[in-house]
């Protein structure tokens, strides 16, 4: 029961200026297109072979032995996760039982963006920004490379990757100019807050 790679929930030109159809075109197509490959190539046979990805994530995570499959299966997961954390028009501020959830547990909006804006500038090397649920608070967080708030026991709500692939031919080494047109222009706060309301 492989894998498959979704294909993005948006047309590869419809994040443009602020993500490019290049960069979508190579991003999705060959870096999301090989961790699927390879995890699938790594479970075939195995006993995760019909696990939701999800659970073979959780089960493996920090086993060093298993740290190839974790990282293709992870890199699977958060990418896909990542597409929907974005879409055309998006941006600005969420609205309803998000908004006020973000203002209960930050103190409000500008508090959140400014820990969101940290947590994406400081990873240092290759990760995520993520916001998530953590028993019932709203927090941000960052993980190294692969590894995602799953393996935490934390529900993920979105996430924005820090990875030089992710920015690098639109804002090449300037990552807080692309962590800040993520926030203002593509970020899908429907999307973070479906999953809020699914926690």
Known sequence: MAYELPPLPYAYDALEPYVSKSTLEFHHDKHHAAYVSKYNDAVKGTDHDSK????????IAGDSSQQGLFNNGAQAWNHTFYW???KPGGGGTPAGDLAS???ADFGGFDKFVEEFKNAGATQFGSGWAWLVLDNGTLKVTKTL???NPLTAGQVPLLTMDVWEHAYYLDYQNKRPDY???FLKNVVNWDFAASNLAAA
């Open 179 to 181: 962590i800040d047109s």
């Open 52 to 59: 939701p990805i999800e659970d073979v994530i959780k089960a």
């Open 84 to 86: 929907n954390s974005m």
């Open 145 to 147: 490379n692969a590894d």
């Open 101 to 103: 959830k973000i203002d």
